[in-house]
């Protein structure tokens, strides 16, 4: 009944726009809700693109509209061509005359890494803006959708999106029966800092199989003391590294030769850019971080 | 004396036209005049009216209110180390701000929290100095230094507890960040209410300055004078610290700089201030947005960095 009273409005709303238009098809308006669940609605595909982050970056060129983006935010360091991009800035603090200067039609923000007060300045200024920051894996591939929809890239987009959907599907079934492991993830040393299961991080552990020993945790990302890191003594500690390279972040631990993960030689890296962005580089990070951990397994 | 206020006065405005004219887009004398003169392209109307104006005055409108604070709060205390943040205004309005971006508030609660923080540690320090009714500018400095000190464990508290991602706007925030502000209106119609307002009093502030006792002797009702003071300047120290965050430095330097040059007649250093504090101020932010673009320091940064040798070769001249 809903979706025939929807067909039914779409095609009166059509039917008005042709009339009112006859070169509807350029003119039609290209609308998507961003995380914040503001509508944004273009009346023709984005051309001129800057994006606010190092992940909103890497979703654009994911969405398929990489020749799209103009300028980009410090660390834009993937896919290789962002590299080549000019910088307006760091994600905290924008070069605004920069920014007006490229007379950008999208601004693809970072809900929470932004400014506040920068972003009510670029919506003051009449620049769309469209925040995105996403939380799950469905996250990720509706925001590629919607990116995508806003470029007029969806052949791509949609591609990419369907990609990763189908990605996570096999992932998550293959590693569904995997016995469960216990770990400690480490988001920074000093203070030392975790995540909980909410945090995408978390939910790529427990894909594999990974039990987070502070999965319960309130906090996004908690400050925890290393007391309780060695009372729940985690059979793994992970932590992110530039390309997965082995550096000294976990050498702390080793005075602990009574730590199982210790013992065991479980103290693993896996690269950091990956598994920190919402990006489709996720599967890349599911699976180093799969293949670590049922090597972990067979240690025990 | 006229002449020299006259040449501060040409100072900032030449201050501001530099600000104007520079930033990380080049914008060419001749569109420049056009956008004065009404025309000019929409990129560099909103680059100069939107964008560089607003901030402009809002840099400007925070140093003088923050210079002219600083010259009362050290007559008020008879301290030459006495600023803006002395007695701990900044402290109760970083608290304010502080909390209201933990709690993901807008930027324009964030203001009024800061606001309201600033004005909680006026009330705090007036109230806990005035306790048992004997009163000295000792004990208003000790109480606020106090004060300061436990508004300053709470800000380290929040910061601790505060999630990760919120860190990096309330470092700036406490930085001080002319970027951030929204309207510099307050700033700028205060600065100039405040300096209209207070020099009447100028002359009897040169009597304060010698000491109570001679103050009293001349006709001077010290106690309600000093009372004008402290509210006056937490007033001014409220609204600079809403606008733009606790700048550091420009309080505490401008005024002697301004003493080292003119001498200590309160007629002329605060309206002085005024003019040396936003001065500073916005050339300080000019710097900042394109010394390293398109990278923005915070301008506190280069506050310090002009000022202090300013300061210390007029310190050396002077002897």
């Known amino acids: 009944m809903v979706s025939h009273w ?44 800057i994006t606010l982050s190092p992940g909103a970056t890497e979703l654009m060129f994911a969405a398929g509209a990489g020749d799209r983006v103009m300028a980009v935010v410090n660390y834009s360091d993937y896919p290789p061509a962002a590299l080549e991009l000019p910088l307006i800035g760091s994600h905290t603090r924008v070069d605004m005359e920069a920014l007006m200067a490229l007379g950008p039609d999208l601004v693809v923000t970072w809900v929470t890494g932004n400014p506040p007060a920068q972003v009510e300045l670029l919506d003051e200024l009449g620049v769309p803006t469209f925040a995105i920051e996403p939380r799950t894996f469905a996250g990720v591939s509706s925001v590629i959708e919607r990116l995508a929809t806003l470029a007029g890239t969806e052949r791509e987009g949609f591609a990419e999106a369907e990609r990763f959907r189908i990605g996570i599907a096999s992932l998550t079934e293959r590693y569904v029966s995997v016995e469960p492991i216990p770990i400690f993830y480490q988001v920074w040393e000093k203070p030392l800092m975790t995540v909980n299961n909410e945090h995408l991080i978390g939910k790529v552990l427990q894909l594999c199989g990974g039990v987070n020993v502070f999965g319960d945790m309130q906090r ?42 210790v013992e065991k030689n479980n103290l693993l890296f896996v690269p950091a850019s990956p598994i920190s962005r919402p990006t489709p580089r996720l599967l890349d990070a599911i699976q180093t971080v799969c293949e670590k951990l049922e090597n972990a397994r067979e240690r025990l | 004396m006229t002449r020299a206020l006259l040449s ?57 209110l923050l210079a002219v604070a600083g010259a009362l709060m050290q007559v008020l205390l008879r301290n030459p180390l006495a600023d803006p943040y002395v007695l701990g205004l900044s402290g109760g309005a970083a608290v304010g701000a502080l909390l209201a971006m933990l ?51 709470v800000i380290t508290l929040m910061l601790a507890i505060t999630p990760s991602y919120k860190l ?41 300055a010698r000491g109570p006792m001679q103050a009293a002797a001349l006709g001077v009702s010290v106690r309600p004078l000093e009372w004008t003071i402290y509210v006056l300047a937490s007033l001014l120290t409220a609204t600079a610290v809403t606008t733009a965050g606790s700048i550091g430095f420009v309080g505490l330097i401008v005024p002697h700089m301004l003493r080292l040059i003119l001498g200590n007649d309160q007629r002329i250093i605060l309206p002085a201030s005024a003019l040396a504090g936003g001065t500073l101020l916005v050339l300080a932010d000019t710097l900042a947005r394109t010394m390293i673009a398109p990278e923005q320091l915070p301008v506190g940064v280069i506050t310090a960095l002009l000022g202090v040798p300013t300061f210390l070769y007029l310190l050396h001249r002077s002897r």
């Open chain 1, 6 to 49: 929807l067909n039914f409005r779409f095609a009166l709303g059509f039917l008005v726009a042709t009339l009112a238009y006859p070169t509807s098809a350029s003119e039609m308006q290209r609308c998507a809700m961003d995380d914040t669940g503001k509508e944004l609605c273009l009346s023709a595909p984005a051309q001129r693109v």
């Open chain 1, 220 to 261: 996004l990302i908690p400050r925890i003391s290393a007391e309780v890191v060695l009372q729940a003594d985690p059979d793994a500690i992970l932590t992110g590294s530039v390309d997965g390279v082995s550096d000294d972040q976990l050498d702390e631990w080793k005075k602990y030769a009574g730590l199982t993960a």
């Open chain 2, 103 to 153: 709690m993901g508030m807008g930027t324009l609660i964030i203001s009024g929290s800061a606001f309201a923080g600033a004005m909680l540690a006026t009330v705090l320090v007036f109230g806990l100095a005035h306790g048992t009714g004997s009163w000295t500018p000792s004990r208003l400095l000790l109480t606020g230094v106090v004060v300061a000190a436990g508004w300053g464990a």
């Open chain 2, 168 to 208: 990096p706007g309330m470092l700036y925030w406490l930085m001080g960040d002319v970027s951030y502000a929204r309207s510099p209106w307050p700033a700028v119609v205060v600065l100039a209410v405040a300096v209209v307002l207070i020099m009447p009093l100028a002359r009897n502030l040169n009597v304060l």
């Open chain 2, 8 to 64: 501060l006065g040409l100072l900032a405005l030449a201050s501001v036209a530099l600000a104007l004219a520079l930033g990380s887009v080049t914008v060419s004398p001749a569109d420049l005049w056009q956008v004065i003169q009404g025309e000019g392209s929409t990129l560099h109307r909103t680059l100069l009216l939107d964008l560089r104006l607003p901030r402009t005055l809002a840099a400007f409108g925070t140093g003088g």
